[in-house]
């Protein structure tokens, strides 16, 4: 038999924004696996390829395209997938994959029915220490948990008005970030008791939350999220457990136990995913 040829996927990329830029792009343009042959977004371009307005035309231009990556805001995401999944495309959804959870419902039925593929990146569960966190805290007595995720939106939403809309999310936009990471770590589920959002004037969404969580057994898991941290950012998940205390910092890049440091290596979330 002759060796098979692996020939590279041709994706389409919707929501041409920071995350884009900053993220999909060097990866996909560094991936041999991959092709970017077209592009969807209303207000900018990907040089070197094929460029849309929509999706719709995006998909009624390029019918041979297998994959899409949606990176538009949330709560315009369903419906780009829900096309995107009937014309036959694999579909790789930016975080949070939507803006409720019956949207996922109905998209996670949908690719099992055309039997494709329905990615969610959850990129932050993807940085390097974090799975190491998780094998560490298998087998812990955990006694309480504290979330700081602290950063400055005017870096890293620069202009970007949907942030405050209803459905942007607001702080949560990274906050869920760290949500994502506590939940795949965590031994066990755990359950919001209450929370503190604060809004800006005039604004839908929050810039900063207080939230209380406990686990099946009673165990607190306390979450500070803001938007408004200038200088050094945060992204720190301290665990005390019975053998002392864990740390998971730098958006889950770097695990320290008692202060001893187990795990660091550079951010790589992306090219993992």
């Not at 696996?33 to 390829?49: K, L, M, P, W």
């Not at 719709?56 to 231009?61: F, G, K, T, V």
């Not at 979450?223 to 002392?244: H, K, L, S």
Request: charged letters at 20%.
């Amino acid at each position: 038999m002759g060796e098979r040829i692996m020939t590279a996927i041709n994706l389409g990329l919707v929501g041409i924004g920071k995350i884009v830029r900053d993220q999909h792009l060097p990866v996909l343009q560094a991936h041999p696996d991959f092709e970017i042959a077209a592009a969807a977004s209303r207000n900018a371009t990907v040089d070197g390829t094929h460029n849309f307005k929509t999706i719709e035309e995006m998909l009624d231009a390029m019918p041979d395209l297998e994959a899409v990556a949606l990176c538009m805001p949330p709560h315009v995401r369903y419906p780009a997938a829900r096309i995107a999944l009937e014309r036959g495309k694999h579909v790789l959804l930016e975080k949070p994959p939507a803006a409720c959870l019956s949207e996922i419902d109905d998209l996670t039925g949908l690719a099992a029915k055309a039997g494709r593929t329905l990615y969610a990146t959850w990129h932050s569960r993807h940085a390097p220490a974090v799975e190491e966190a998780k094998a560490l805290l298998a087998g812990a007595e955990i006694r309480a948990v504290d979330v700081q995720w602290k950063e400055d939106v005017r870096k890293w939403h620069p202009g970007q008005a949907w942030i405050w809309e209803p459905g942007g999310f607001g702080v949560f936009d990274p906050g869920i970030n760290a949500l994502s990471i506590v939940t795949h770590i965590l031994p066990r589920p755990f359950f919001l008791k209450r929370a503190v959002l604060e809004f800006p004037s005039n604004k839908d969404a929050p810039i900063a939350a207080r939230l209380h969580f406990a686990d099946t057994t009673g165990m607190p898991v306390d979450a500070a999220f803001d938007w408004r941290q200038t200088g050094p950012q945060t992204w720190n998940i301290t665990v005390e457990t019975a053998d002392g205390t864990v740390v998971l910092s730098h958006g889950g890049a770097k695990l320290t136990q008692n202060g001893k440091v187990l795990n660091e290596a550079p951010e790589a979330e992306y090219r993992t995913i």
